[in-house]
């Protein structure tokens, strides 16, 4: 099968999209399958083969957030080189409206993941102003799509609730098996960096950023110190537009010696982070699968993360972590709760066992068998408007 993979963020770019995106990219890579990954250029991005890099209207140095250009004539170029089975995009604007259109012209069927709740982010690009007609877009836009991927079953629930007519699937972001096999060595030095000689080490990654809900986490942390010491110490494991604002927050709260701003980390580093860490805490209310509390699972890191959607479909109470609702006290209490009881072991066990169901291979096996439906489904939706056409001709 040859895909038309198209993003409007890709690595080097951080981020949930593009992990996504690579991950399944390798994973349908291994079994036979043709992807070709249409993403923006950035000046630091290493070239490799089955790319096309096109350009971008604007690029913020401070965290290299982008505006692509999907209008590119590279893209439909590249496009028509090669006779692509389907196209599956990541984004519903931008590069969404490029793949709806090349979807039309060329009746090619497309797919679309569904990856976060987009009303969240219209700020960074001058839109707050269309929140409210936010999910009329995508409703408009999802209508173009053989089907949709939810990225968990909670989130399938919602688009049906909402009233997505397209057929709707499950696919989560896979994990890679390298996930699961953190360095002993380095993750003890992390360790010894990050945490001297405090007892506890936590670690969050998350982009500095106002969805995040960092403020929460800290004044959680505030909370936490008052009630069990400051033999502890958090790694904020990111970067983004908040980090000033935030460092203030450490300041005003008391934390400056509790809290470490570790900046941007590879990839490949965050299983050794988490692996260092006694428990991954998590604060985002913004998230529809929450990735990065998968990959702290498969290094063996429970989670205590505030109940959101997201975080539902992965966190189970008392086996792999805790989930509390969205209470500073709370959130700390869960913490404390979880080292007086010393179920941290327990709880790491059982966050492996989750990890275990959401190896890549498995997810890209069961985005092959969805992209064979979403073919067979415009097939029959071609076939039926063709026959509908000649019904309609009147013969004299």
């Known amino acids: 099968m040859k895909i038309a993979m198209m993003t409007n963020n890709y690595k080097p770019f951080i981020g949930g999209v593009p992990i996504s995106v690579e991950r399944l990219a390798a994973g349908l890579r291994k079994m036979g399958h043709h992807v070709v990954v249409f993403a923006p250029y950035y000046e630091e991005q290493e070239e490799e083969e089955n790319e096309v890099r096109f350009k971008v209207f604007f690029r913020r140095k401070s965290d290299g957030f982008s505006v692509p250009n999907s209008f590119d004539p590279k893209i439909e170029r590249r496009f028509c080189e090669e006779d692509f089975d389907l196209i599956h995009v990541h984004h519903p604007m931008m590069i969404g409206d490029t793949a709806r259109y090349l979807s039309w012209k060329y009746h090619v069927p497309l797919v679309f993941t569904y990856h976060t709740r987009y009303e969240q982010y219209l700020h960074y690009v001058g839109l707050s102003a269309f929140k409210g007609v936010m999910p009329f877009y995508l409703k408009k836009c999802m209508k173009s799509c053989d089907m949709v991927f939810a990225p968990t079953p909670l989130m399938k629930d919602y688009l049906e609730e909402v ?220 076939a039926s408007r063709h026959n509908h056409r000649n019904q309609d001709v009147v013969y004299l």
């Open 163 to 382: 009233g997505i007519k397209s057929r709707v699937r499950v696919l989560p972001t896979g994990l890679l098996g390298d996930n699961f096999h953190p360095d002993e060595e380095r993750s003890l030095r992390l360790r010894r960096e990050l945490a001297g000689e405090k007892e506890y080490l936590f670690c969050t990654v998350a982009r500095l950023a106002k969805e995040k809900n960092l403020e929460f986490l800290l004044q959680s942390m505030k909370i936490f110190k008052e009630r069990h010491g400051s033999g502890f110490r958090l790694a904020l494991i990111g970067e983004g537009p908040e980090k000033t604002e935030l460092e203030k927050a450490v300041k005003r709260l008391g934390l400056e010696n509790e809290t470490v701003f570790v900046g941007k980390a590879p990839n490949q580093e965050i299983k050794n982070y988490c692996h260092a860490a006694d428990a991954f805490l998590f604060s985002s209310l913004s998230e529809t699968q929450g990735i990065v509390l998968l990959e702290a699972m498969a290094a063996g890191t429970p989670v205590i993360a505030v109940k959101a959607t997201g975080v539902s479909d992965v966190v189970v109470n008392g086996k792999n972590g805790y989930m509390t609702e969205v209470s500073e006290t709370e959130f700390a209490e869960k913490i404390m709760d979880v080292l007086d009881k010393k179920e941290l072991k327990i709880l790491s066990r059982g966050a492996r066992q989750t990890a275990e169901q959401y190896k890549s291979g498995e997810i890209a096996g069961r985005a092959s068998a969805a992209y064979a439906e979403a073919i067979m489904l415009r097939q029959i939706k071609e």
